[in-house]
């Protein structure tokens, strides 16, 4: 069964920092791409990063870039979201998602239940 658990949301002041954390099982990590999502309430998900699963390649919501940083451990099958200077406007559900490949869209075949972040002005 995959498997994917994110975890290390929380309650932050503005500019301070969190890391949140994508546990995946059941699947070969190795051969997956893993990106974050956040939707904040009344909006739609978006996609915020991405980690390739072969060449390393990165890629980031231009608003999160120079703050966030995605990356990842094929020994341990985690995934990380490093988030610095969090602005009350990060403030929303983490998901962390399985492909394939990278996308911007949101059809990632596998996704976790979710962490929550919220960034108190």
């Known amino acids: 069964e995959v498997q994917l658990v994110e975890s290390g949301g929380g309650l932050v002041q503005a500019g301070g920092s969190l890391r949140l954390s994508c546990a995946a099982s059941?699947?070969?990590?190795?051969?997956?791409?893993i990106g974050w999502f956040r939707q904040a309430p009344g909006k739609e998900r978006e996609a915020i990063s991405c980690i390739s699963s072969s060449d390393g390649s990165l890629y980031y919501l231009d608003s999160v870039k120079g703050r966030f940083t995605i990356s990842r451990d094929n020994a341990k099958n985690l995934v990380y979201l490093q988030m610095n200077s969090l602005k009350p406007e990060d403030t929303a559900v983490y998901y962390c998602?399985?492909?394939?490949?990278?996308?911007?869209?949101?059809?990632?075949?596998?996704w976790g239940q979710g962490t929550q972040v919220t960034v108190s002005s």
């Open positions: 059941g699947f070969t990590f190795d051969d997956w791409v």
């Open positions: 998602a399985t492909a394939e490949v990278c996308s911007w869209s949101d059809s990632y075949r596998y």
